[in-house]
């Protein structure tokens, strides 16, 4: 079992910054791939950012790249999610999840535990 606690959010003006992070507890962290998740209102959960075990490869939705940077830090059992240049349709709820696998992987069914999620709000 993998427990998963997100934190970091909040509310931020468009072109602001925020970091989120997601603490594990539980299975040895550095055995899973790592991923951001989000949910806007009315919306299905998509896939953002995902980071492999060791933390060499990363993967990101094309929505995201150049803005976004998902890292870990193996010792501290933290996954990272760093936003840069965020825009009101970041607005969601920001999920942390641990795939069963090495990752990175942006299949939704490749992970297995989730976090209760964050929720970021951008203003224009």
């Known amino acids: 079992q993998v427990q998963l606690v997100e934190s970091g959010g909040g509310l931020v003006q468009a072109g602001g910054s925020l970091r989120l992070s997601c603490q594990a507890s539980?299975?040895?962290?550095?055995?899973?791939?790592m991923g951001w998740f989000r949910q806007a209102p009315g919306k299905e959960r998509e896939f953002v950012a995902a980071?492999?075990?060791?933390?060499?490869?990363?993967d990101y939705a094309g929505f995201v790249k150049g803005r976004f940077t998902i890292s870990r830090d193996n010792a501290k059992n933290t996954v990272y999610l760093r936003m840069n240049s965020l825009k009101p349709e970041d607005t969601a709820v920001y999920y942390c999840?641990?795939?069963?696998?090495?990752?990175?992987?942006?299949?939704?069914?490749?992970?297995?535990?989730w976090g209760q999620g964050t929720q970021v709000t951008v203003s224009s």
């Open positions: 539980g299975r040895t962290f550095d055995s899973n791939g």
């Open positions: 999840a641990a795939a069963y696998n090495w990752g990175p992987t942006s299949a939704v069914y490749d992970y297995n535990w």
């Open positions: 980071i492999s075990r060791s933390g060499i490869s990363t």
